[in-house]
C-alpha cells in the first residue's frame, strides 16, 4: 500500500473522532474481512452555542460548563465560551488590513470567556447580568469535549417573560422543529439563530399552524453572519396570529445553533428546544406533578395524516387521559389538544404512539404552575433516549428534580451527581423504573456540596430510557421553574480500526 493510502485511511478514523460523529458506508464484500470491528472512541472537539439570554435590565443570568469524566480521554484539553459579538468583531476588523488583523487579534484574546472549566467531573459557573449579553460561542478539545454540556439560566423578576428561563446550549445543525411557539398578542417569540463558523450562513424560516402553512415576508434567505448570532421575531414573518405554530429552520448554507425564547406578558416564559427527529412515536418525559395545566402541541411534516394515541406515563404504569384517547394530525398542519391537569398530582409523561400505521410528527406540551396572576410556563419538547449516557448541569441543593421514563420495559438507571462547583465529593445511586411508568427519583446530593453539581444519567439496561430535569425558584409568590430533556450525549463515536491490505497493489 502506497503512503497516500495510508495517510486517506488515517485521516478518514481522525476526521470521525474529532468531528464527534461519522456517517460510514457498508464495506463490500472484497474488502470486509480486511477491517476490524470499529472502536467506540470519546470525540475530541465538541461545539455549544448559548443564545442571548434576555432584553431585560432585570434579568440575572448564571452559566455552567460540565464534563463527565471519560475514559480514554488525552490528558490535555481546553474549553471555553466566548461572546459572539467579540468574536463577530475580531472577525470583521481584521478583513481590512494586515495591520488591523493584528489588531482584532488582540483583541480577540483580550476577550475574557465567560466560563472556564478546570477538570472534567467538576462543574465551572459564570454569571452576567442585564439584557446586553450577548450569544456564546463554546468550544471544548481533548479531555473536556466528551458529553460537554453548558446550562444557562435566567432568573426575571418582572415584565414580560418573568419567572425562571433555561436552555441547555446546543450544538450546530442544519435542521430544527420547534412545535409549541406562537404568534397571538401577548406572547413575544423569538427564534434564535447563532453561527459558529468563519463564513456566513444561510436559513429558511417556515411557520405552519392549524391550516398548513403560513406566508411569510421575510422568512427565506435570512443570513446569519459569521460568529454571530440573530434572533428573528416571529410576529415579523406574519400577519397572521395563532395560537399555536410550529417553525421549520432550514439551513440551506453553513450551520447554526438554534433556539426559541417564548415570552408570555401574563405567564411567564421559558425556552424551547428543538424537538428530537420526526418518527412515529415521540415520549414528552417530566411534567412536574403539580401541573395546573398541559397543552399538546404536533405537527406531521410528511404527505400523510398522522393519527397519534395518547398516553401518561404515571408512576403506576400507562393511563389514557380521559376524553383525550387520540389526536388527529392532518399532514403539513399544527394540531393542539388542552390536557388540562392531566398529571393530577403525579410527575408523568406523555407517550405518543401510532393508532394504526406509524406517520413521523414532532411534538412538545406547554406546561403551567400556579394560579391566577402567578402563573408560569414551561416548555418539554419530544426527546430521544438517554442512551449510553446524558448530562443536567446547574443544579442546587434545593429546588432540582429529576425524571426517569421507561414506556417499553423495566430499565435499570444509575445517577450520579458531580462534586460542586465549590467543592463536594461526587455521589452515586441506581434506581429501577417499571415498565410504563415515570419515576420522580430522590437525587443524590455531593457531601459537603458548594455551589451548584451535575447530574450524569447511565443506563444499566438496553431497555430505552428518557429523562428531564426540572429547576424551581419561587419569587415573590411566582413558582418559577424550567426544563430541559437529556438526551445522548454522543460523547463517543465509532472509528473503523483498518489495516493494510496489499491487494490494493495487485490490480
Known amino acids: 500500500m502506497n503512503r497516500t493510502t495510508l495517510s486517506l485511511i488515517a485521516g478518514t478514523a481522525a476526521l470521525a473522532a474529532v468531528t464527534g460523529f461519522a456517517t460510514l458506508n457498508q464495506p463490500d464484500a472484497a474488502t470486509a474481512d480486511t477491517a476490524q470491528a470499529a472502536a467506540e472512541l470519546p470525540v475530541e472537539r465538541t461545539s455549544l452555542l448559548c443564545p442571548s439570554p434576555s432584553t431585560s435590565d432585570l434579568a440575572d443570568t448564571s452559566y455552567t460548563s460540565f464534563t463527565p469524566v471519560t475514559k480514554g480521554t488525552d490528558a490535555d484539553g481546553t474549553a471555553e465560551l466566548v461572546a459572539a459579538t467579540a468574536e463577530s468583531a475580531a472577525a470583521t476588523t481584521g478583513k481590512a488590513t494586515g495591520k488591523a488583523t493584528d489588531k482584532a487579534t488582540d483583541k480577540k484574546k483580550a476577550t475574557k470567556p465567560v466560563v472556564t472549566p478546570k477538570a472534567p467531573g467538576t462543574p465551572a459557573v459564570g454569571e452576567t447580568s442585564g439584557g446586553e449579553t450577548p450569544a456564546l460561542l463554546g468550544t471544548a478539545e481533548g479531555k473536556f469535549a466528551p458529553g460537554w454540556t453548558v446550562q444557562e439560566t435566567t432568573e426575571v423578576t418582572a415584565g414580560s417573560g418573568r419567572g425562571l428561563q433555561g436552555v441547555t446550549c446546543t450544538a450546530p445543525d442544519t435542521e430544527f422543529w420547534f412545535p409549541g411557539v406562537s404568534t397571538v398578542a401577548d406572547r413575544t417569540d423569538y427564534v434564535h439563530l447563532t453561527n459558529p463558523d468563519d463564513s456566513a450562513a444561510v436559513a429558511d424560516i417556515e411557520l405552519y399552524g392549524k391550516d398548513g402553512a403560513l406566508q411569510t415576508t421575510v422568512g427565506e434567505g435570512i443570513t446569519i453572519p459569521a460568529h454571530s448570532s440573530e434572533p428573528i421575531l416571529l410576529s415579523t414573518l406574519t400577519g397572521e396570529k395563532q395560537e399555536d405554530l410550529t417553525v421549520h429552520v432550514n439551513v440551506r448554507s453553513g450551520r447554526v445553533g438554534a433556539a426559541v425564547q417564548a415570552l408570555d406578558e401574563k405567564l411567564g416564559g421559558d425556552w424551547l428546544a428543538a424537538s428530537t427527529d420526526p418518527a412515529g412515536t415521540q415520549v414528552v418525559p417530566g411534567i412536574p406533578k403539580d401541573a395546573t395545566a398541559v397543552r399538546l402541541i404536533a405537527y406531521a411534516p410528511g404527505d400523510a395524516d398522522a393519527d397519534l394515541k395518547v398516553q401518561l406515563a404515571s408512576p403506576s404504569g400507562l393511563i389514557t387521559p380521559a376524553g383525550h384517547e387520540t389526536l388527529h394530525v392532518k399532514a403539513g398542519m399544527t394540531a393542539s389538544v388542552d390536557l388540562g391537569d392531566v398529571t393530577r398530582g403525579e410527575a408523568g409523561s406523555l407517550v405518543l404512539t401510532p393508532t394504526d400505521r406509524s406517520v413521523p410528527v414532532v411534538a412538545a406540551v406547554r406546561v403551567l404552575r400556579g394560579k391566577g396572576d402567578r402563573q408560569e410556563s414551561a416548555f418539554i419538547t419530544a426527546t430521544a433516549p438517554v442512551g449510553t449516557r446524558a448530562s443536567a448541569a446547574g443544579n442546587?441543593?434545593?429546588?432540582?428534580?429529576?425524571?426517569l421514563t421507561a414506556p417499553k420495559g423495566t430499565a435499570k438507571v444509575k445517577v450520579t451527581a458531580s462534586a460542586g462547583s465549590g467543592g463536594g465529593t461526587a455521589a452515586s445511586q441506581t434506581y429501577t423504573v417499571k415498565a410504563g411508568t415515570t419515576q420522580e427519583v430522590e437525587l443524590p446530593v455531593p457531601a459537603g456540596?458548594?455551589?451548584?453539581?451535575?447530574?450524569?444519567?447511565?443506563?444499566?439496561?438496553?431497555?430505552?430510557?428518557?429523562?428531564?430535569?426540572?429547576?424551581?425558584?419561587?419569587?415573590?409568590?411566582?413558582?418559577?421553574?424550567?426544563?430541559?430533556?437529556?438526551?445522548?450525549?454522543?460523547g463517543t463515536v465509532a472509528v473503523p480500526e483498518a489495516d493494510e491490505d496489499v491487494a490494493v497493489l495487485q490490480q
Open 449 to 490: 456540596l458548594k455551589g451548584t453539581y451535575a447530574l450524569t444519567v447511565e443506563p444499566l439496561t438496553d431497555t430505552p430510557v428518557y429523562a428531564s430535569r426540572t429547576l424551581t425558584a419561587t419569587t415573590e409568590g411566582v413558582p418559577g421553574f424550567t426544563i430541559q430533556t437529556l438526551p445522548d450525549d454522543r
Open 396 to 403: 442546587s441543593a434545593k429546588g432540582s428534580t429529576l425524571s
